[in-house]
């Protein structure tokens, strides 16, 4: 696949010379696709391979923004875009703090986010590996049926440029799959059936790890077979490590200096309080070329860099783009993000980590007398309030009793608060695991979480 950023660059500049006096103006291009395989019973379920390009114009004059966007890059189309972002202004509420992101001299990590060989991967062989995925989950326990397997990918190139003096291009690639699973047992009113999944990332299709993802679909589901309703109790909780990605994932909205300056976040007015138990170093890195969101620029064009936001349990910084950064009296963090063309840039963590401990799941297990591992749980998002931090989720999982796995378990819930279950947390496990979305995941015992069942 050709390299195209220059050209894109070169677009966004050429929109950013017709700029007139007083005005700020940022252009941003891009070009990318995505495919989309799910396979069942050795058939092709469903097929998506699309492409989109176009451009986003933001407009500024006298504190009042205007915005528009087009889906294609065509000269006499841009110029319409442009038009329309500068109409938009006049409809815009005065702000003294908008503007557009400045250089801040933070150099950009040089990292590898471009794979030749995914690029090159023919629709056949992408169409394989979800059939190899199948096959290979199904072959493993006679209890278990494949729902689906899936393989997907995604490309961009982008560009932007500011009368601000910002100018950064580039482009990235990445794929994984992931496969679904039934296991049954039982017949009658007697019969039931849970659900398991497995998945597997990578920068190219090599890279995936099929085993691994089938084995881990067929545990998730077999697992559970057999769960009843547990008693209602105060316990110690082990985190799966696809929880915690979840787990990490709520905590980062309430990190958001958006959030913040709106009076929204728990932690808000905290920064240098200690948060969290000493064994939490919490790292937004998206120079980390293992995670899947690894990236060099943020969505303004700001070079992406490490940023420490919880430290041996003390809150030391919230992220933010410029936007925030201005409203909070303080500097961008780099970590504006942009879900396209037809978007202006909002604020969140790019890849979020807890710092591992030295130990894994199965270590951890060993030496907890008394417990549940959490293999799952619905409705986290919904669950929680990121203003007082109340928390509570339906969850599924294991007991765990002098060092073994014991009976699965369903249909109960776990309640603490946010605050509560940071300070709470008693070990991090080894088992970092980059998944694809802005969270890692890894065990995590959290003490003292009412589980509510019978």
């Given at each position: 696949m050709r390299d195209t950023?220059?050209?894109?660059q070169a677009l966004a500049d050429r929109v950013v010379e017709r700029a007139d006096p007083g005005e700020q103006i940022e252009a941003f291009v891009s070009r990318g696709g995505e495919t989309e395989v799910r396979v069942y019973e050795g058939d092709?379920?469903?097929?998506?391979?699309?492409?989109?390009?176009?451009?986003?114009?933001?407009?500024?004059?006298?504190?009042?923004?205007?915005?528009?966007?087009?889906?294609?890059?065509?000269?006499p189309a841009i110029g319409e875009v442009l038009a329309e972002a500068r109409d938009n202004v006049a409809f815009g509420t005065v702000d003294d703090h908008s503007g557009l992101a400045e250089p801040d001299g933070v150099a950009s990590t040089e990292q590898v986010l471009w794979n030749d060989a995914l690029a090159q991967c023919a629709t056949d062989d992408k169409i394989d590996l979800a059939k190899q995925l199948e096959k290979l989950t199904a072959g493993r326990d006679p209890r278990v049926r494949v729902d689906d397997a899936n393989y997907a990918d995604s490309w961009g190139e982008s560009a932007v440029a500011s009368t601000r003096g910002i100018r950064r291009s580039g482009r990235e690639n990445g794929c994984y799959v992931s496969v679904s699973t039934l296991a049954d047992e039982g017949e009658g009113d007697a019969a039931e059936t849970q659900t398991g999944f497995g998945f597997s990332v990578g920068r190219e299709p090599s890279e995936f790890d099929l085993d691994r993802a089938s084995r881990e679909a067929v545990e998730r589901a077999t697992r559970l077979l057999?769960?009843?309703?547990?008693?209602?109790?105060?316990?110690?909780?082990v985190l799966d490590p696809f929880v915690t990605a979840q787990f990490l994932g709520v905590i980062s909205s309430t990190l958001n200096g958006d959030a913040v300056v709106k009076g929204r976040s728990l932690f808000a007015e905290r920064l240098g309080d200690e948060v969290a138990s000493p064994l939490v170093t919490l790292v937004d890195d998206p120079t980390n070329p293992e995670a899947y969101t690894a990236t060099d620029v943020d969505g303004e064009g700001l070079a992406a860099r490490r940023n420490v936001l919880i430290e041996d349990g003390v809150l030391r910084r919230f992220v933010h783009n410029s936007y925030s950064a201005r409203r909070a009296g303080t500097t961008s963090t780099g970590n504006a993000i942009r879900g396209g063309f037809a978007g202006t840039p909002g604020v969140g963590c790019l890849a979020l980590s807890l710092a591992p401990g030295s130990r894994d799941q199965g270590a951890i297990v060993a030496d907890l007398d008394d417990g549940l591992l959490v293999q799952q749980v619905q409705g986290l998002h919904s669950g929680v309030n990121p203003i007082s931090g109340d928390f509570s989720t339906g969850a599924a999982g294991l007991l765990v009793s002098n060092g073994e796995i014991g009976a699965p378990v369903r249909e109960f819930t776990i309640a603490s608060t946010l605050q509560r279950m940071l300070l709470d947390i008693v070990e991090v496990g080894s088992d970092l695991d980059w998944l694809p979305m802005r969270s890692a995941g890894m065990t995590l015992v959290i003490s003292g979480v009412k589980m509510s069942g019978n």
């Open positions: 950023t220059e050209e894109l092709v379920e469903h097929f998506v391979s699309a492409q989109a390009e176009g451009i986003g114009i933001r407009v500024i004059r006298e504190g009042r923004t205007g915005f528009a966007y087009g889906g294609t890059l065509d000269e057999g769960a009843t309703k547990p008693r209602s109790r105060t316990t110690t909780v």
